[in-house]
């Protein structure tokens, strides 16, 4: 066996207190600049603070900042603990040494981690402007390699076949404040309804106007060659204010008609509605792409001052309408006003359970009934069920898949019009192949 030299007590004592004293400077450092609030950098920095600009630099790079802060932990921790262990073998031998290493862990978890980790929740801004400029300075030092394992990870994941985009944070901050605020709800700190709309928030980038829009088959639509007469009674019976106007077939738009400019225009016509020319009345309709990003058709619609457009496809197709509203839903959940009628095609029953129309769609049935049923691949409920069973299934027939039992009620053509939606007996909300039954 070799001989171990033996220490000074002073000196091991000194050296694992600064490794504890490091330990600790990293944990509160990184809990200070995570719960730090940005808004108020900014305003410390518009007001000539330097601290707060070099806060607002480092955080800029979310991903490298953890990185270094890993790096450096990691380093601290094992140094410290492989030196008390190497110097409690010099002092007390094996019988000691183990009795030793438990007591330096617990000092480390306690005076390293948690005490600074609480001292810079309890005031993080204080603390982080304290502790910035040691903090830049490590990550000039430390960067420059963790950029370099960070390369080599990617690379790692590349050999089995998980690709990630070099210029995407692997710590992108909406997937933080979507684990935020899942932790906060779980608590009971943050409202469901207040979470919901944060989330949708942050969905907006992932949909299009596809996810959200009201497909043709549902559109209600006025034939423009009904005449004046019909075409008011028409908008006078629908609970909706803007119509669109069809000539010849339902897929020829021509205008959108507006309740307000249409009894503007009875209005002036003496109340008489044979004298109207509707299509004069009818607004210029506007097409957007059915592919469009819900962030920037929201921006559109405040750029141009409208609520209201018609999607279509590739091939200038009318596919559906989406409106101001609609957008607004994925964010704040369902608006409804006194002309609104409740989710349409969809019936509760006791046991848990719905009846749903096919074209009801899964965004909206998951609003309704807090479920995650999925829609990567399908937008309806019907589209989810053909998708999962790889055929048009038949009426009465049963699948069960991601934690649900789905029963198809009424089938007409290659439509399914009518299903039963109940959760599975396991209860299981993971993906399950799909069975028949």
């Known amino acids: 066996m070799v001989a171990i030299p033996h220490l000074d ?33 900014v305003q410390q920095e518009k007001a000539g603070s330097r601290r707060a600009a070099i806060v607002l630099r480092v955080l800029g790079d979310r991903e490298r900042l953890s990185g270094v802060f890993l790096l450096a932990r990691t380093l601290v921790k094992t140094a410290t603990a492989s030196f008390a262990a190497y110097a409690a073998l010099a002092s007390f031998g094996v019988s000691g040494a183990a009795c030793l290493a438990i007591a330096v862990a617990l000092i480390v978890v306690v005076v390293g981690e948690l005490a600074p980790r609480m ?8 603390m982080a402007l304290k502790l910035v400029r040691p903090v830049a300075r490590l990550l000039a ?8 394992m960070q390369w080599f990870a990617r690379r790692s994941l590349g050999l089995f ?17 979507r684990d935020q605020i899942e932790l906060m709800r779980q608590e009971g700190t943050v409202a469901k309804a207040d979470g919901d709309m944060v989330s949708g928030l942050l969905d907006l980038k992932q949909l299009e106007v596809a996810d959200v829009m009201i497909h043709r088959t549902k559109m209600r639509t006025i034939n423009l060659d009904l005449g004046p007469e019909a075409i008011v009674r028409e908008v006078l019976a629908s609970p909706y204010t803007r119509m669109p106007l069809w000539r010849d077939k339902p897929e020829n738009i021509v205008g959108v008609l507006h309740a307000k400019d249409l009894l503007r225009a009875l209005d002036a016509a003496g109340g008489d509605a044979c004298k109207l020319d509707v299509a004069t009345i009818a607004l210029e309709t506007w097409f957007v792409p059915v592919n469009t990003p819900l ?50 095609g969809l019936r509760q029953q006791p046991d848990g359970g719905v009846i749903v129309d096919g074209g009801v769609p899964i965004r909206d049935l998951n609003r ?12 309806t409920i019907a589209g989810l069920v053909i998708h999962e069973a790889r055929a048009i299934p038949d009426a009465g027939q049963a699948f069960t898949f991601h934690g649900f039992r789905f029963e198809v009620m009424r089938k007409s053509r290659n439509r399914l019009t009518a299903l039963r939606v109940a959760p599975a007996g396991n209860g299981s909300h993971g993906h399950e192949p799909a069975t028949a039954t």
């Open 119 to 126: 001292a810079a929740v309890a005031d993080p801004e204080r």
């Open 161 to 177: 076949g998980l690709r990630i985009d070099s210029q995407r944070p692997v710590l992108a901050i909406d997937e933080i404040l």
């Open 9 to 41: 007590p002073w000196l091991a004592i000194a050296i694992v207190a600064l490794g504890v004293f490091l330990t600790g400077f990293l944990a509160a450092a990184d809990a200070a600049l995570h719960a730090i609030s940005r808004a108020r950098l």
């Open 368 to 379: 309704a009934m807090d479920w995650q049923l999925p829609d990567d691949e399908a937008t």
């Open 295 to 344: 962030a920037e058709q929201l921006k559109a619609f405040l750029a141009r001052k409208t609520h209201f457009a018609l999607a279509v496809d590739e091939y200038g197709e009318v596919m559906g309408l989406v409106t101001l509203e609609d957008i607004l839903e994925e964010i704040v959940g369902d608006i409804r006003d006194e002309h609104d009628v409740a989710v349409p």
């Open 141 to 148: 030092v430390l960067g420059p390699p963790v950029r370099l």
